[in-house]
Structure formats: structure tokens, C-alpha cells
């Protein structure tokens, strides 16, 4: 009878001991190159390490909204300075950023003839910024969630042209899958 409980004991402090073990470090990466993407969001995302906590991110983003009519569309561009929190587990990587916003919104009424102007292009630039936890899978991959915000704004027709009626906090929530290089 005790040697029967002394195997599972054995087998049970071994997988015990094993996570004492340190993970052997993944091998620091200079670049990202992937995809984020939320049921509203679609882009793509490219990052430079500088150094072991920061970091150049660029980002493309196509945005679709139910709300627009059949010509329209609306595109973003981020860049942002990242600052990666140092942590023990290489595995996890939280990050924090801040930057620019670029939005663009394309706009089209369709065929009206009471008014100048039935279509253009409304562009702003404005601050931004988001917070995220990457978990790396292998030196040559990771996953991550990010919460990105920015100054952004509703738009309307106003006076024969499509204007800013009002700023907004945007916040975007975004999964994201990376190919470190």
C-alpha cells in the first residue's frame, strides 16, 4: 500500500519541482511585423525595438462602421513610442504607448442635386494612445490584447460640407498576432 502512494507522490513533487525551473529566456527580438484586428477593426502593425524597453510602433488601420453608406470609409494610421514594463517571466510583456493619430473619412452622399458638395475627404491628426499584455509563444511569435484610445470625432453635414461636430474618446479594444524578427 505505501509503495502504491509513493509513486503518485513522486510523480506529483517532480511536476512540482519543474515549475521552480526557470524558463530558459526567449532571444530579445529588433522587429514585429503582424495583424490587429477587432469585429470593427482591421490592420497592420510593424515595430522597432529600440533598446530592451522601447520601442517605434507603426500601425494601418481600415475601420468599418454600419453606420456608413455604401461609398464610404474611414482609415486610421498610429505611431506610437511603446515603453515595455520590465517583468520576470519573458513570456508576458506588458506595454505601454503614446503618439500621433491620423484618421481619414472618406464621405459620399450619392447623387443629390441641392447640394455643392456630395463627396470628400475629412482628415484629422491627433494624440493617442493604448496599453496592452503580449504573451510570447516562441522566439518567433506572439499574441497580445491592446486597448488603443485617441482624440477622435463625429462628423455631419453642415453648411454644403462635411465638417467636425464634435470630439469623442475612442477606445478601441484590438487582439493582435505578431512574427518577431
Same mark, same amino acid.
Request: charged share 15%; no cysteine.
Given at each position: 500500500?505505501?509503495? #502504491?502512494? &509513493?509513486?503518485?507522490?513522486?510523480?506529483?513533487?517532480?511536476?512540482?519541482?519543474?515549475?521552480?525551473?526557470?524558463?530558459?529566456?526567449?532571444?530579445?527580438?529588433? =522587429?514585429? *511585423?503582424?495583424?490587429?484586428?477587432?469585429?470593427? &477593426?482591421?490592420?497592420? #502593425?510593424?515595430?522597432? $525595438?529600440?533598446?530592451?524597453?522601447?520601442?517605434?510602433?507603426?500601425?494601418?488601420? /481600415?475601420?468599418? +462602421?454600419?453606420?456608413?453608406? #455604401?461609398?464610404?470609409?474611414?482609415?486610421?494610421?498610429? !505611431?506610437?513610442? =511603446?515603453?515595455?514594463?520590465?517583468?520576470?517571466?519573458?513570456?508576458?510583456?506588458?506595454?505601454?504607448? *503614446?503618439?500621433? *493619430?491620423?484618421?481619414?473619412?472618406?464621405?459620399?452622399?450619392?447623387? =443629390?442635386?441641392?447640394?455643392?458638395? =456630395?463627396?470628400?475627404?475629412? /482628415?484629422?491628426?491627433?494624440?493617442?494612445?493604448?496599453?496592452?499584455?503580449?504573451?510570447?509563444?516562441?522566439? !518567433?511569435?506572439?499574441?497580445?490584447?491592446?486597448?488603443?484610445?485617441?482624440?477622435?470625432?463625429?462628423?455631419?453635414? *453642415?453648411?454644403? +460640407?462635411? $465638417?467636425?461636430?464634435?470630439? $469623442? &474618446?475612442?477606445?478601441?479594444?484590438?487582439?493582435?498576432? +505578431?512574427?518577431?524578427?
Amino acid at each position: 500500500m505505501k509503495k #502504491q502512494l &509513493l509513486l503518485p507522490l513522486l510523480l506529483l513533487s517532480t511536476g512540482l519541482a519543474a515549475q521552480d525551473i526557470p524558463a530558459s529566456p526567449y532571444e530579445p527580438y529588433k =522587429t514585429a *511585423v503582424g495583424i490587429l484586428a477587432n469585429p470593427r &477593426l482591421l490592420g497592420i #502593425q510593424a515595430e522597432r $525595438r529600440v533598446g530592451p524597453h522601447f520601442g517605434l510602433r507603426l500601425a494601418a488601420t /481600415q475601420v468599418f +462602421d454600419y453606420h456608413q453608406r #455604401q461609398n464610404e470609409f474611414s482609415a486610421g494610421g498610429l !505611431g506610437l513610442l =511603446t515603453y515595455y514594463l520590465p517583468v520576470r517571466n519573458s513570456r508576458i510583456e506588458p506595454v505601454l504607448g *503614446v503618439g500621433a *493619430v491620423y484618421s481619414l473619412y472618406h464621405w459620399n452622399l450619392g447623387i =443629390t442635386t441641392n447640394m455643392r458638395n =456630395t463627396k470628400g475627404n475629412l /482628415q484629422d491628426v491627433n494624440l493617442g494612445g493604448g496599453a496592452g499584455m503580449n504573451l510570447r509563444f516562441s522566439n !518567433g511569435f506572439r499574441a497580445g490584447f491592446s486597448l488603443l484610445a485617441a482624440n477622435g470625432f463625429r462628423a455631419e453635414y *453642415v453648411e454644403n +460640407d462635411m $465638417r467636425i461636430v464634435e470630439r $469623442r &474618446l475612442l477606445v478601441l479594444p484590438a487582439l493582435s498576432l +505578431d512574427v518577431l524578427l
